[in-house]
């Protein structure tokens, strides 16, 4: 996800195609640029969070992003 997402909406990641979703890189710095409406990851295994920019990996708003509970945040 590119650091100029402002915005995801509920379910953006579900259906068949999110199932197959296991890992998301945001290139932005701060866990709370973006605002999101629900559940946007549901039906997905998703397990790592990539945060390659981010000015504070060590923020626990990371584990937490986007309302979903990740097992593995890197940088």
Known sequence: ???SVKVIKSGAFSGSSGSQLITVTYLGTSPNNITFDGKIFSSTQIKTLKI???SNPNDPAWKTFLG????TVTR
Do not use: D, I, Q, S
């Open 68 to 71: 979903y509970n990740f097992e």
């Open 1 to 3: 996800m590119p650091a």
């Open 52 to 54: 390659p920019n981010a």
